[in-house]
């Protein structure tokens, strides 16, 4: 393994030191769904591509902790469910394509690959020719189902955090408006944005010190973020971090931040893999990486969210939502938004239990 000197670049010099390739071997041995997706000359293809340095699983088998072992069986199963079906082969291009935000997209397409299979019969992966990610047939009709991980910049955020938490062996957290747009360098400015958030911790008595500190990632607005170190105060009380607190004031929108979002998504998958040639059709959106906090607008008769969600383009049938966590396995999606109301109706499939009536396969 080529491990780079700070000089050469701190993410490099980090990622490659933070990897545990005998933990990796051992996790591949442990799970054979996870090792029949992801070769070894897959896991270890992107070692010198910023800016990560890294295949995203390759991250995750070699630095998550014995904690994580639930997420990761939970992602084997899933995968071993997933290669069942129907043109799995075709998907391969999520598993190769290594940048660390994938994971999510791939993630996302397993969970809704289970939902379908646990409502619907007949559940494929899309064809050599193309077409909307899966389909499924329900009550006698053929749905297409194209499915959407908002990214924006809170991966970028997400990474430093890892990062961090593990160069220095405690748990920095993070800190930004709520709900809010986050704007973080893209493409090339990101590879140098990261070695300068973390060129300090190269000096060995700087993460010693860092160490002892309460540290924080705080992103404040456009490109804006420090890594803020705090002494501890042993003598702080509640009312006194309640008070540091960010504002209400300073969050953003729930409603706008919802409605951003699902207009992003529409704006951007609903001509995606041919949406519009395939009817009926589902754009499935899990808004779980824009916000965590999200989940508390989820409301039970759903009136947030459809009252968040844009008039749909005729390539769009159906906008259902989802704020699903890694270490879950079949999502509960709610309609957010149909083309018609005849839609809405017979698509009431996708906010449906297992054991509610509807056909199962």
């Known amino acids: 393994m080529s491990r780079g000197s700070c000089n050469e670049s701190p993410t490099k010099h980090f990622v490659h030191k933070l990897i545990d390739w005998e933990r990796v071997n051992e996790r591949l041995g442990r799970y054979p769904a996870i090792r029949e997706a992801f070769s070894m000359e897959v896991l270890r293809a992107t070692e010198e591509s910023p800016p990560y340095y890294c295949h995203y699983m390759a991250w995750r088998l070699g630095t998550w902790?014995?904690?994580?072992?639930?997420?990761?069986a939970n992602l084997d199963h899933q995968l071993a469910s997933a290669a069942e079906l129907p043109n799995w082969e075709n998907e391969d291009s999520v598993l190769t394509n290594g940048e660390y935000p994938t994971y999510w997209s791939l993630l996302w397409q397993l969970q809704v690959a289970a939902k379908l299979r646990a409502v619907g019969r007949n559940v494929t992966w899309?064809?050599?020719?193309?077409?909307?990610?899966?389909?499924v047939d329900v009550d006698g009709e053929r749905?297409?189902?194209?499915?959407?991980?908002?990214?924006?910049s809170y991966f970028v955020l997400q990474f430093l955090q890892e990062c961090l938490s593990k160069i220095?062996?405690?748990?920095?957290?993070?800190?930004?408006?709520?709900?809010?747009?986050?704007?973080?360098?893209?493409?090339?400015?990101?590879a140098q944005f990261l070695d300068e958030k973390l060129e300090p911790y190269c000096d060995a008595s700087r993460r010693e010190e860092a160490s002892a500190k309460c540290v924080t990632i705080v992103y404040e607005d456009h490109f804006s973020v420090e890594?803020?170190?705090?002494?501890?105060?042993?003598n702080e009380s509640d009312d006194t971090v309640d008070r540091r607190r960010r504002p209400l004031g300073q969050w953003g929108s729930p409603e706008q931040h919802v409605t951003a979002m699902l207009k992003g998504a529409v704006s951007s998958k609903g001509e995606s893999n041919r949406l519009g040639d395939h009817h009926p059709n589902v754009l499935a959106v899990?808004?779980?990486?824009?916000?965590?906090?999200?989940?508390?607008y989820h409301d039970r008769d759903g009136s947030m969210i459809a009252g968040c969600a844009p008039e749909l383009p005729a390539s769009v049938d159906v906008l259902a939502v989802a704020n699903c966590g890694i270490d879950a396995s079949v999502p509960n999606l709610?309609?957010?938004?149909?083309?018609?109301?005849?839609?809405?109706?017979?698509?009431?499939?996708?906010?449906?239990?297992?054991?509610?009536?509807?056909e199962t396969g």
């Open 143 to 152: 749905w297409h189902v194209e499915c959407h991980v908002p990214r924006k």
């Open 286 to 296: 899990n808004l779980l990486l824009t916000n965590a906090e999200a989940a508390e």
């Open 168 to 190: 220095l062996g405690l748990s920095v957290q993070d800190d930004y408006p709520l709900f809010s747009r986050m704007s973080l360098p893209e493409a090339a400015q990101l």
């Open 227 to 234: 890594v803020a170190e705090e002494e501890w105060d042993s």
């Open 65 to 72: 902790s014995e904690e994580s072992e639930g997420c990761l």
């Open 126 to 135: 899309a064809g050599p020719g193309g077409g909307p990610d899966l389909s």
């Open 334 to 358: 709610r309609i957010a938004a149909c083309g018609s109301p005849n839609w809405c109706r017979e698509g009431r499939w996708l906010e449906a239990e297992p054991d509610d009536g509807l």
